[in-house]
């Protein structure tokens, strides 16, 4: 059996995600400011087309995102793979510094793939580097013949793999009779990652640079599958990894199946996939006097419904918005929510993906193939 995790690297870690939640709950809080400011706007908005608003989606928004995910994959890459060769007890061993590179990366990773659209939904990325919760048996499998290249890892099951197999490595308590092996196989779960941001970044660029207006049906295409995806990253953060694993440990008596083992990655996670969300849904504190520019900058989805006169909308879904900004805003990263703590969070996020559903999809003129009760 390995010796424990000493004391003072354990509390270097903790340190290290209450950081990242709290750096996220700031900005929850600093955004939920900007939602009560910019509930009407003052001035006329241009009735935006398909095409601006996927200009600005794809050329103005996604970019920085991409690129951020690529440097937070490198460098954890570089740092898991400068600790493959050294003896060691095992990932729960590593440095510091590796549980922090895993978290920059994930946290990058959640705000780019927050929706999920385009090259995303085409390499099926989630499923690759991002597959939860992971499998122990088939973990501990691959670690008793670990792969020697990204080539033979791809013949390893997603379950064993990604950011949900990393936090295995790093968190989980279980026993780890194959220690030696888990630093060089974290190495190469890491490389798979930076390939992939790699691969995004390519296929974000593609779409950054087409001119979608050479081909109304493809936009068209696309501007619904954003309206869609919205929705759908919407009811993953509510469903699959807040309501759900709160209903069946209620049912079980057991504690919650929350998708990362400690409860500091869960808060960081849930904050930048709503935050992610947020961006491309509301004003910001600017828009009111000076409505996004096409062609210049992210035409959010509040900008569309103000665009085509639908100001009522609009201002109703920005109020549920910031009702839901502010139940996410309350979470601690210190001591789980209670249930219904938890539960008064998802419901005022149904409240807006309701909302959204029944009369924001409708407005601007999308059919939605995605339904909350799909969940339910």
């Known amino acids: 059996m390995n010796t424990p995790c000493t004391p003072s690297r354990r509390q270097a870690l903790q340190r290290t995600a209450l950081a990242l939640c709290s750096a996220s709950s700031a900005a929850s809080s600093a955004a939920s400011s900007a939602a009560s400011s910019t509930a009407q706007a003052s001035v006329a908005f241009p009735a935006y087309r398909a095409e601006q608003a996927l200009a600005g989606l794809y050329a103005h928004h996604l970019p920085a995102l991409a690129q951020d995910f690529v440097r937070q994959a490198l460098a954890l890459a570089g740092a898991a793979t400068e600790l493959a060769p050294r003896p060691h007890q095992g990932a729960a061993h590593a440095p510091a510094a590796l549980q922090q590179a895993w978290q ?5 990773w959640l705000a780019l793939s ?36 990204l080539a033979e890892l791809a013949g390893v099951g ?8 990393m936090d295995a490595l790093l968190h989980s308590p279980e026993q780890r ?7 060089p196989y974290f190495a190469l779960l890491a490389q798979a990652v930076a390939e992939e941001a790699h691969s995004l970044q390519d ?17 068209a295409s696309a501007f619904a599958q954003w309206v869609n995806q919205w929705l759908g990253g919407l009811e993953a953060l509510r469903w699959a990894q807040m309501e759900q694993p709160l209903l069946r440990a209620r049912s079980s008596g057991r504690a919650p199946a929350w998708a990362r083992l400690r409860w500091a990655d869960n808060c960081a996670d849930w904050r930048v996939q709503w935050q992610a969300l ?25 900008a569309l419904l103000l ?12 109020h549920l918005l910031a009702q839901a900004d502010a139940h996410m805003a309350a979470l ?22 309701a909302f959204y559903q029944s009369e924001v999809a409708q407005a601007l003129d999308v059919p939605l193939g995605f339904s909350s009760a799909d969940g339910d």
Request: include cysteine; charged fraction near 15%.
């Open 104 to 108: 920059r990366a994930r946290l990058a």
């Open 114 to 149: 927050t929706p999920a659209l385009g090259p995303l939904l085409v390499r099926r990325s989630q499923r690759q580097i991002d597959f939860w919760p992971p499998r122990s048996a088939l973990l501990q499998r691959a670690l008793q013949q670990p792969p020697q290249s």
């Open 158 to 165: 997603a379950p064993a793999k990604g950011f949900a197999a």
């Open 177 to 183: 009779p194959h220690a030696s092996a888990e630093l």
């Open 203 to 219: 296929g974000l660029q593609a779409l950054a640079q087409r001119d979608w207006a050479q081909d109304s049906s493809a936009a």
């Open 278 to 302: 947020l961006s491309q849904a509301r004003l910001n504190p600017a828009h009111p006097d000076q409505p996004p520019q096409a062609g210049a900058a992210l035409i959010p989805l509040a």
């Open 307 to 318: 665009g085509r006169g639908a100001i009522g909308v609009q201002q109703r879904w920005q």
């Open 332 to 353: 601690s990263p210190t001591q789980a929510p209670s249930a219904q703590q938890l539960l008064a969070l998802c419901g005022a996020l149904k409240a807006v993906s």
